[in-house]
């Protein structure tokens, strides 16, 4: 879509973004010329790729910006009312969005979610999609009461490689949650976005389940496929995922994968084990 032109007036957007595609959506939308009242950041601590959200926030007040743990909190919903927002956009925000923010909005709060729902909802998509063999994909959906089980406005879904890893199709998905937000953003702003209910079933992980595979158990029989998938969806530095245990330290293992005859295929670098204490 082209930015909208001068006859088109702009809608009041609260945007609540973390991490690259946060910033990627933000970005955009100003460069739309929508009106971004309000941004919602994570504390500082938990926020990710913090240079890229301050470039894509240049020039919006510091009375703009409220942080997610804050929501709560009566002063800070009244700062957010003040805004006089018409929507709210959520992209890989981490805080769970309670019935008085989501009042707030005339046209309602939408979410940007890295996978193919009712398919893994909640955290680490890209793992749970390698793991479990569930598909794989980005949704736009309105946000209820409950996580991820809103109904749905657009869909895309992503084939996962073979060699995928759990930081490759992480990129995938990112690069398809943008397509399907960009695509679907006219109708949201002009309050025809439509409302598909989620299917029955699905699935819905939380970060400790990650935790829980994480640690390889050494006396374990796995089958091949279930090793793989493991390691390969737990591959995603600098971060450490997948492990062992041996004389009281972890041992984090990543894996290198590429089909034969791929550029490189001979070469895959510093690849070896990662040791680091515990703790």
Not at 24 to 41: F, I, K, M, S, Y
Not at 57 to 84: F, I, K, N, Q, S
Not at 116 to 121: F, S
Not at 145 to 161: N, R, Y
Request: hydrophobic share 40%; aromatic share 8%; charged share 25%.
């Amino acid at each position: 879509m082209s930015p909208m032109s001068e006859t088109t007036a702009p809608v009041r957007v609260v945007c609540l973004v973390n991490n690259a595609l946060g910033a990627r959506v933000l970005t955009w939308l100003r460069a739309q010329g929508e009106d971004v009242v309000g941004l919602v950041l994570h504390a500082p601590e938990r926020r990710t790729c913090a240079t890229l959200l301050e470039r894509a926030a240049d020039g919006l007040a510091p009375e703009c910006v409220v942080l997610g743990r804050d929501l709560t909190d009566e002063r800070t919903l009244a700062r957010v009312r003040d805004w006089g927002a018409d929507i709210a956009v959520s992209v890989l925000f981490d805080h769970i969005l309670r019935v008085p923010f989501l009042k707030l909005f005339p046209h309602g709060v939408v979410n940007l979610h890295p996978s193919y729902l009712p398919y893994n909802r909640g955290q680490y998509p890209n793992v749970w999609a390698i793991v479990e063999g569930t598909p794989a994909g980005a949704t736009l959906h309105h946000i209820d009461a409950g996580v991820d089980t809103g109904d749905l406005i657009a869909q895309e879904q992503v084939p996962v490689a073979s060699t995928d890893t759990g930081e490759s199709l992480y990129a995938k998905l990112e690069d398809a949650a943008f397509r399907v937000f960009t695509g679907a953003w006219p109708q949201v702003r002009s309050g025809a976005a439509p409302r598909i209910p989620q299917p029955a079933g699905g699935t819905a992980h939380r970060r400790a389940d990650v935790e829980r595979i994480d640690r390889v158990d050494l006396d374990r029989t796995y089958t091949g496929r279930e090793l793989i998938d493991l390691l390969r969806a737990r591959t995603f530095p600098p971060y450490g995922g997948a492990y062992f245990e041996e004389d009281g330290r972890r041992v984090h293992l990543r894996l290198y994968l590429a089909e034969e005859g791929d550029v490189g295929f001979d070469k895959p670098g510093p690849m070896g084990l990662i040791r680091s204490r515990q703790g």
